[in-house]
């Protein structure tokens, strides 16, 4: 792999502590901003409402999104922006709103403070926005040139969240290391950022296989333990961690590519986003032909009910495998796992890993 290496590796302001959002409007006012538009969702609102501050001297307008992180959405909440004369973006939500905020205020050239819901990507952290159409098919993603100002975790709100989301944040967290490992290690002198991003993605792995289990059944209990608060930080901001300086080492490969060919059939579209890299993630070790890790990691899933098989994410028929297969194979990530990589290849990996797994199951 032949890569530049741009380091952005944090927002400016980061802190995840119960009651920060409480400070909210001082982190505002420290940063000379008085007038601010607020993206969020409805859930996700109501989520933090109770944790907000009672704003005296910062304006702000509530506005909510339509539901993607698309083209339009990005222009519409734009131009409201412009017109609102606002001064900085407040995203509130999991990681389409948030990937919606980061995405306006690259736009407007205003400040973004980020809140996160979920834990259910490392949204918050990285300074990329996923791009879909208005009915939820991946189009691209965009990286932008400088991280989010600000990042306040309140993790009594992620605590309250639906667990599910939890789970499939773990399931892209851990991808963190497969999809580095496979374009690290073939790196004969990585640069020290690239270092720092293999180690963080390596930690990725081992934290959640150790403690999201306990971490989960903490969460059923309502129990805000040191090793929730572990997880959680370690999806939002040590996963985000590993793009922010490994860059092109270390953002996507084989688990994305099947995530996004995945997002081509509407009968996936149920699916939150780390549920499908989950099912990725098998994809791409079975492409590798590394079935002893796929025997490890299927246990994991099975615990944390994560899709194994082909028809847990909705896909079935010889016809949707050879779909599924050409998709992939339109994502240039795929070619970071095996430069010779083939349509033929990828079929083959998904009908072996039917087999291999059914046993497994």
Known sequence: MNASLIVRGAPQYYECRVNILKELESLLLQRKKSRVLIIHGQKSLHAVQSFLPSFQQ?????????????????????????????????????????????????????SSILIPTLASTCSAWTPLSVIYDDAGKFLYYEIFPQSADVVVVEPEVILSSPSRYLRAGIADTIAKWYEADVVIRNVAEPPVPVMVAHHSARLCKDILLAKSVGCLE??????????????????????????????????????????????????????????????????????????EEIEELVPFYKKLDLPITLGDVGVSGQKAINDLAKYAMENASLQLVDSAISEDGVRSAIEELEVKVSVLV
């Not at 900085?88 to 995405?103: C, E, H, P, R």
């Not at 092109?248 to 149920?270: K, M």
Request: glycine share 14%.
């Open 58 to 110: 910062v304006e702000y307008k509530y506005m909510e999104y339509r539901g993607e992180c698309s083209l339009k959405e990005i222009e519409r909440i734009s131009k409201f922006y412009i017109q609102g004369d606002f001064d900085s973006v407040i995203g509130i939500g999991g990681g389409k709103v948030l990937d919606l905020a980061k995405a306006v205020s690259n736009e407007v050239r205003g």
């Open 218 to 291: 903490d969460m059923e209990k309502q129990r805000l333990s040191k090793d929730f608060v572990k997880v959680v930080e370690t999806n939002i901001m040590l996963g985000g961690m590993v793009g922010g300086y490994g860059d092109d080492y270390g953002r996507i490969a084989g688990a994305h590519a099947i995530h996004n060919a995945l997002t081509e059939f509407p009968s996936t579209h149920h699916l939150l986003h780390g549920e499908k890299v989950a099912y990725g993630i098998l994809v791409q070790l079975a492409i590798e032909g590394q079935w």
